[in-house]
């Protein structure tokens, strides 16, 4: 019930910013294609890979290892980003080293529902700017990420070969640290997916509104058309709720 809780204080706080800032939040359209392999190395490990690319936006290289546990997981890695320096200018982008880590449980509900909770935390090194220009230098700043996600299967002869969903996620991202000035609130994510499972490939897509924090005060609302493809190697089990990582 905390997680449900804080689902519903996130959507508040996204609509409260909002409010308060209509005048200065831009609204743009955004294309968001990500693929995910997770490779089973024994029955309690997995190598997480996945790659995301939003066309003028941003590049996601992302690896990590997995300790798996029941009905849990724990996650650590590192991820190189290309990330834009303004919403205005999307040619211009700056380097990221993030190292990061997280811990996932999902659970199984009746009647075809499961719901997925996640924490994580990125370090960020973003490249420094300097009069509009990149350097070599790096800043670092602290972010925690909080998101829950309900899956319903929907019903279907057992001799389907596909298994098709649909799911409801929020993610609210938030800065910490004393490089942070303004915006403490980072980001917040709300998004309507469906999708198919088949033996080991998970096909997703959706819509996520994608409200970021660019400046003080300034904003910017990405209306984000998303494909995601999951690839699990070397575990050809029951479909389950997949991981959740995303930028």
């Known amino acids: 019930m905390t997680f449900f809780r804080f689902s519903l204080v996130a959507i508040f706080v996204q609509f409260f910013v909002q409010i308060q800032a209509q005048k200065l939040v ?7 294609v990500g693929y995910m392999t997770s490779t089973r190395l024994s029955p309690r490990y997995s190598w997480w890979n996945d790659t995301h690319l939003v066309p003028n936006g941003f590049f996601v290289l992302r690896t990590g290892l997995t300790r798996n546990f029941q009905p849990s997981s724990i996650t650590a890695g590192y991820a190189y980003l290309l990330l834009p320096l303004s919403a205005e200018d999307q040619s211009l982008k700056r380097r990221e080293h993030r190292p990061w880590a997280q811990i996932q449980a999902t659970f199984p509900l009746p009647n075809g529902f499961s719901v997925s909770n996640r924490i994580r935390y990125d370090a960020r090194f973003r490249q420094t700017v ?9 800043s670092f700043v602290n972010r925690l990420r909080l998101l829950i996600s309900v899956r319903k299967s929907i ?8 298994k098709p969903f649909v799911s409801l996620n929020e993610e609210l991202l938030v800065n910490f640290g004393k490089e942070v000035t303004f915006n403490s609130f980072d980001q917040n994510r709300i998004s309507l997916m469906v999708g198919a499972s088949r033996a080991n490939v998970q096909l997703q897509i959706g819509y996520m509104s994608r409200f970021v924090q660019t400046g003080y005060q300034l904003f910017v609302n990405n209306h984000t058309l998303v494909m995601w493809v999951t690839h699990r190697i070397g575990d050809s089990s029951k479909p389950r709720h997949e991981e959740n990582v995303t930028e």
């Not at 609204?27 to 968001?32: C, F, L, S, V, Y």
């Not at 300097?130 to 790096?138: I, P």
């Open 26 to 32: 831009q609204e743009q359209n955004q294309i968001w």
């Open 155 to 162: 019903n279907v002869p057992d001799q389907a070969a596909w």
């Open 130 to 138: 300097s009069n509009g220009e990149l350097s070599d230098g790096y």
